[in-house]
């Protein structure tokens, strides 16, 4: 861990898997289960407590205090809860993430933070991302989540809001970052990586 202190990792698993049809946190990809993987990858790469945003009693885990409003809602459901500074953020659709990916995320946001940005993703991908969490944070997510302009509802609202830093992404890297959220897409994964 680096001298700027401990990093929380969240595992966004709170959504409600309707195009999917399963619950996307236990689909199984290469014998475990997708939730279990996002946490494993989370601690390799340096968060020191990993969290999943969403109603998993089994894990350390945050219940989602805004239904239907999307990511942001984890988050801002995570913020209310926990006092970290330093965030990294998985989605539990990525099935192709892994730590080195993540950890170049944390590096990347002690870079953002020197030039007075507090969020890094990769290009144009909101997800995964490193963010620094103020108490300013903390009240324009509360805001957004608890007002009625969608527009504010969004990670990338919030990500436009803390000014980003953006890690280059080649083509291997947006397919690392690829989301599954459909049978079909699903299916098209395992069909790809079958031996």
Not at 59 to 81: C, I, M, N, T
Not at 144 to 162: E, N, Y
Request: proline share 7%.
């Amino acid at each position: 861990m680096d001298s700027n202190g401990d990093c929380l990792g969240v595992v966004l698993a709170g959504g409600r898997s309707q195009r999917m049809g399963a619950d996307k946190a236990q689909l199984v990809w290469h014998g475990q289960r997708l939730i279990d993987r996002c946490a494993e990858w989370l601690r390799a790469a340096g968060c020191s407590r990993v969290l999943v945003s969403g109603n998993y009693p089994q894990y350390p885990h945050v219940p989602d205090q805004f239904p239907e409003r999307g990511p942001l809602g984890g988050l801002a459901s995570v913020a209310a809860s926990e006092a970290e500074s330093r965030w990294l953020v998985s989605a539990i659709d990525q099935p192709l993430l892994d730590a080195n990916l993540l950890r170049g995320l944390l590096d990347g946001l002690l870079v953002a933070t020197e030039i007075g940005r507090a969020v890094c993703r990769y290009g144009e991908e909101p997800l995964p991302m490193a963010l620094r969490v103020t108490p300013e944070t903390r009240r324009w997510m509360q805001y957004a989540v608890s007002g009625d302009s969608p527009g504010h509802r969004s990670l990338k609202a919030l990500q436009q809001h803390l000014r980003i830093h953006a890690l280059p992404a080649d083509a291997a890297t947006r397919a690392r970052l690829r989301g599954v959220n459909t049978p079909e897409e699903w299916q098209a994964l395992l069909d790809q990586q079958a031996p």
